[in-house]
């Protein structure tokens, strides 16, 4: 399975771990809003994505003026690479409503930013192809099936509701440990080069639902 260009960098690192336990190359902290029209309609996911300062230091490596932290419009085109290319793996954002598949839209208002340590954000707007009431439970997890990519939820507030209706109420169902055999499965697929057979990454998701009057 082909990662998106702006993934890329960060498999170097396999040429240096292969030795090592199975593990993910690139580290997600997410953040995210569920947004609601003024009709109470679900229109999408707002994500916030950060990225860990070894990705962060490949993907500007060369951007920037006089080593100085790069700016949003020095950043565009990585951000524009990234929404082309994340269309190809869902979005890696997986989302339910009513028990029904939710799709998305290609994403909107994408841009990456730097802080000053340098460590990069992707921020986008994740419309559904079509709103949805909000009277059905709606649900989404963000992970990579093959476990290229650990995205985990930030600690403090990871997930809101943006202009939630009253009464709605937002829960995060945490995953269940692995089993011993998924433990063994893991490992035996870093040595097969991670064949994406195995959904990992969806075990490892947690799930954020959203439930209105």
């Known amino acids: 399975m082909k990662l998106p260009k702006l993934l890329i960098p960060a498999l170097l690192t396999l040429a240096w771990t292969a030795a090592a336990q199975a593990h993910p190359h690139v580290w997600v902290a997410v953040r995210s809003e569920v947004v609601f029209g003024k009709d109470g309609n679900i229109l999408g996911v707002r994500h916030a994505w950060e990225f860990d300062e070894m990705y962060s230091a490949f993907a500007i490596q060369g951007v920037g003026k006089d080593g100085k932290t ?67 439970p709606f649900s989404f997890q963000v992970y990579d099936p093959t476990y290229f990519v650990s995205f985990g939820l930030e600690k403090r507030d990871p997930v809101k509701l943006a202009n939630g209706p009253a009464g709605c109420s937002l829960s995060l169902v945490e995953p269940a440990p692995l089993v011993a055999t998924d433990n063994q499965k893991l490992s035996e697929a870093f040595f097969q080069n991670m064949s994406p057979g195995a959904d990992f990454g969806m075990k490892l998701a947690t799930r954020a639902i959203v439930a209105c009057p």
């Open 70 to 136: 790069p700016t949003r419009a020095e950043l565009d085109p990585f951000a524009r690479t990234a929404v082309e290319s994340l269309s190809e793996f869902d979005f890696f954002t997986y989302a339910k409503q009513g028990g029904a598949k939710a799709t998305f839209k290609p994403p909107q208002d994408a841009y990456f930013e730097a802080s000053d340590k340098k460590v990069v954000t992707l921020r986008f707007f994740l419309p559904l192809e079509t709103p949805v009431p909000a009277r059905k």
